[in-house]
């Protein structure tokens, strides 16, 4: 008996470490060259990237993770899904091709986005991918399974902005897919390893701090901050660090909040850079156990206020489910908070234009009847 317990416990260390070093879906690892530059970044230290408040995230135990791992596997919640998948507003390939308008967004659902302006294309966490997970068996499919415009549909890419490294903004075969097709990539700090990893040149990727800017095609983009976490293995948290994004032509500014939780980052960003014409807020995939990371509904519509924007959209929703919340409590309570906030939303269906600039358009309640 002790034999096969042995021999069980040396199987699983061979295969963690095997799958560690080449499965390419994890991505790298930062190097010590590497890891030395980071040294000079205030959000370094110890080794690890660490938020402005030193308890977010908090630290669970080994018990508390297997606790969490086992009620979200476990617990049946009410609508937790939609019954059908999500329909779509699909795009002509031609049309994206051509564009030559006003600044517009196109939302793949959760956090993904084709953003066109002043003539160039650029994606912000373009998660297209079936699954959130290393592995299609560790996680449930997508709310909808056709994409507004597939990849191979999409024109050129001038720039991907990535936020951090988590599998449901960072995936491995919508980068394999868009590397050969996208000029340059811009990340916060480390991430990049990852894009190295998977075959991306570094003179491709320019990896920022917060605070940092970068001027790309007479766009000018801002590395902010956000109240979150990364890492893509058990062994690699917090390696890479997480951001929001600030990105500014002649005629607009566009906020991109990634994933944070509610902190006094937002009201500092909106002073140094707002007001926004729109910003793109977080709000999904939220619970009182991790509310350090991830923002509640009614935290998100106020830190649309405090980044000084003119409209918010809810994002990190209506994509995968990875909390214990229906899936539309986030766009109802975001809604209704919005109201006494007296805050402009834009609450488009999938694959539905937005024009960032524009004030008028009323969006209907695409998911009340789903």
């Known amino acids: 008996m002790l034999i096969i317990l042995v021999s069980l416990i040396t199987l699983l260390v061979v295969t963690y470490f095997l799958v560690n070093a080449f499965?390419?879906?994890?991505?790298?690892?930062?190097?010590?060259?590497?890891?030395?530059?980071?040294?000079?970044?205030?959000?370094?230290?110890?080794?690890?990237?660490?938020n402005t408040n030193p308890n977010a995230p908090r630290n669970m135990s080994f018990g508390e993770m297997m606790s969490?791992?086992?009620?979200?596997?476990?617990?049946?919640?009410?609508?937790?899904?939609?019954?059908?998948?999500?329909?779509?507003?699909?795009?002509?390939?031609?049309?994206?091709?051509?564009?030559q308008g006003p600044s517009r967004l196109v939302w793949y659902g959760h956090s993904a986005f084709l953003l066109q302006i002043e003539g160039k294309n650029i994606l912000l966490d373009p998660m297209f991918g079936k699954v959130s997970a290393p592995h299609p068996f560790l996680g449930g499919n997508r709310?909808?399974?056709?994409?507004?415009?597939?990849?191979?549909?999409?024109?050129?890419?001038?720039?991907?902005?990535?936020?951090?490294d988590h599998y449901d903004h960072l995936d491995y075969d919508s980068v394999m897919q868009l590397k050969e097709k996208t000029n340059h990539f811009f990340t916060p700090l480390g991430v990049g390893v990852h894009l190295e990893a998977w075959g991306?040149?570094?003179?491709?990727?320019?990896?920022?701090?917060?605070?940092?800017?970068?001027?790309?095609?007479?766009l000018k983009l801002v590395c902010t901050p956000a109240q979150h976490f990364s890492g893509r293995k058990m062994d690699n948290g917090q390696s890479t660090l997480w951001s929001s994004w600030v990105i500014q032509s002649k005629?607009?500014?566009?906020?991109?909040?990634?994933?944070?939780?509610?902190?006094?980052?937002?009201?500092?960003?909106?002073?140094?850079?707002?007001?926004?014409?729109?910003?793109?807020?977080?709000?999904?995939?939220?619970?009182r156990l991790w509310s350090e990371i991830h923002m509640m509904p009614e935290e998100t519509a106020q830190a649309s206020v405090d980044v000084k924007a003119k409209k918010a959209m809810p994002i990190?929703?209506?994509?995968f489910k990875l909390a214990l919340h229906g899936w539309k409590d986030p766009i109802e309570r975001f809604e209704a908070q919005s109201k006494t906030l007296n805050l402009e939303t834009v609450t488009p269906q999938i694959g539905e234009e937005i024009l960032v600039k524009d004030s008028t358009k009323v969006y209907k309640q695409w998911w009340k009847n789903l």
Request: glycine share 8%.
């Open 143 to 164: 709310f909808n399974e056709e994409l507004p415009i597939s990849i191979e549909e999409l024109p050129q890419i001038d720039a991907v902005i990535f936020s951090h």
């Open 251 to 287: 005629e607009d500014n566009i906020y991109f909040s990634g994933d944070s939780g509610y902190a006094p980052h937002f009201k500092e960003i909106g002073d140094k850079y707002g007001p926004f014409d729109i910003a793109l807020m977080e709000c999904g995939q939220y619970n």
């Open 23 to 50: 499965y390419p879906n994890l991505g790298g690892d930062v190097s010590k060259e590497k890891q030395r530059v980071y040294a000079q970044s205030p959000q370094y230290r110890e080794g690890k990237f660490h």
């Open 200 to 218: 991306i040149l570094s003179k491709n990727i320019t990896e920022l701090d917060w605070w940092q800017d970068a001027y790309f095609e007479g």
């Open 68 to 99: 969490l791992a086992y009620k979200f596997f476990t617990t049946k919640v009410p609508e937790g899904r939609p019954q059908e998948n999500l329909k779509v507003h699909k795009m002509d390939a031609t049309n994206v091709a051509n564009y």
């Open 316 to 319: 990190h929703w209506a994509g």
